[in-house]
């Protein structure tokens, strides 16, 4: 307890926290979706710029642990911000279907996956030997990942419409319909 009351990231994280959940409450949805959505695309396009040539550097080799961590970094980095890319598109043009039913948001998630399986690989990996406890920890990692997608498509699975949203859920209740109303005007 001593060394996280001296640790820098435990005092930025807990006023990141705090300033984030009052922030929240002094602006509209829309606002602080806006607010939000900059914040991750502005520190995203800085950290892509950071990461780019060690990422493309492991691109080439990829052999060790600063290579799968490098390149893992700038892509989880890009991916959040084409997630907030699209994320916006959605909501600027309304959520049409074909934009909010087509693969792009599963493609996106894949590939933050598979940012996160390099990290997995990652630790102690030298000379392009990934440590077998790694490749258990990926093989458990897509195990758990295969029981949660088949214990959602089981209990789902039967109360699905055909654009994939949820009739009600497993246990009885009503599918309830979210109506977001327009950003409110100033006077």
């Known amino acids: 307890m001593k060394r996280l009351r001296r640790s820098l990231i435990a005092y930025l994280f807990a006023i990141v926290s705090l300033l984030t959940w009052l922030s929240a409450s002094f602006f509209s949805w829309y606002e602080f979706q806006e607010i939000a959505s900059a914040l991750v695309m502005g520190s995203c396009v800085v950290g ?3 990461w780019f040539k060690p990422a493309a550097r492991s691109m080439r080799d990829g052999q060790d642990y600063a290579d799968f961590f490098a390149f893992s970094i700038f892509q989880i980095l890009f991916f959040m911000s084409v997630q907030r890319l699209w994320g916006n598109l959605l909501r600027w043009t309304g959520r049409p279907d074909y934009l909010v039913y087509s693969p792009v948001t599963g ?4 590939m933050g996956a598979f940012s996160v399986f390099l990290m997995i690989l990652a630790r102690g990996t030298e000379g392009g030997r990934v440590p077998g406890e790694n490749i258990t920890r990926a093989i458990v990692a897509l195990i758990l990942s295969g029981i949660i997608a088949a214990t959602t498509l089981i209990l789902f699975s039967d109360r699905i419409d055909e654009l994939g ?3 009600a859920s497993p246990w009885g209740a009503p599918r309830v319909e979210a109506v977001v109303s327009r ?3 100033a006077d």
Do not use: A, E, K
Not at 107 to 110: A, L
């Open 165 to 167: 949203r949820v009739d």
């Open 107 to 110: 493609i996106i998630m894949i």
């Open 48 to 50: 892509m710029v950071q």
């Open 183 to 185: 950003r409110p005007i």
